[in-house]
């Protein structure tokens, strides 16, 4: 398996598959990330992030049926798998650590 660490977009994907379950595909994770966060995102990115995702054993996918809507083709299916969860679990880990020792008393200043 490929290293363990994981950018922000690959956490986004990783949590959108997990959230659709069995309805992950491309245009529907591009779909939901724009949906949830308002982010927009090409879909070549979407496509490459699960590409890199899978290599790295955090998602795993199977083809799926042809359909009349997408013209006889398959579309590839993605599932989270459980390295890709316990993966999540240690980024929400690491983020809830460190908001917790933000203080609340510290005046912070923006230029």
Known sequence: MKGTNIGELEELVLLVVGVLYDGAYGVSVLKEIKDQTGREVNISA???????????G????????ASK???????RNYYLTAAGRSTLDQVRSVREK?????SSATSYQFS
Not at 46 to 56: T, Y
Not at 69 to 75: A, E, F, P, V, Y
């Open 46 to 56: 979407i496509h490459a992030v699960m590409n890199r995702l899978e290599d790295k």
């Open 58 to 65: 955090f998602l795993r996918s199977e083809m799926g049926g």
């Open 69 to 75: 809507t997408r013209g006889g083709r398959r579309r």
């Open 98 to 102: 460190l908001y917790g020792q933000l």
